[in-house]
């Protein structure tokens, strides 16, 4: 349990220095290669905050991002309007 709860905090963070760049008006090519490397190390975080949650309280061993959303939407984390996005995310 203590494992998810850092992750969680890491995702939260990770998160939080996204929007930074991402409310960004015309960001130069610097601001938005950071925007890129922030949504892949947020992305990142979020699915294995996911993964270890499914491990923890759902006892499913899931192995990549694609198989962790959908796993998600299985046992009502994800809505389907959410899974749709999330899985798109996986191919950006």
Not at 56 to 71: A, C, F, M, N, W
């Amino acid at each position: 349990m203590e494992k998810l709860h850092h992750r969680l905090e890491s995702a939260e963070k990770a998160l939080s220095s996204l929007r930074q760049l991402a409310g960004l008006n015309n960001p130069s090519e610097v601001e938005r290669d950071g925007a890129i490397q922030r949504f892949e190390f947020t992305f990142e975080a979020c699915w294995k905050t996911a993964k270890q949650y499914l491990y923890d309280r759902e006892g499913l061993d899931i192995g990549s991002p694609k198989g962790v959303i959908r796993s998600s939407r299985e046992v009502n984390l994800f809505n389907e309007e959410e899974t749709i996005p999330a899985l798109n995310m996986v191919n950006d």
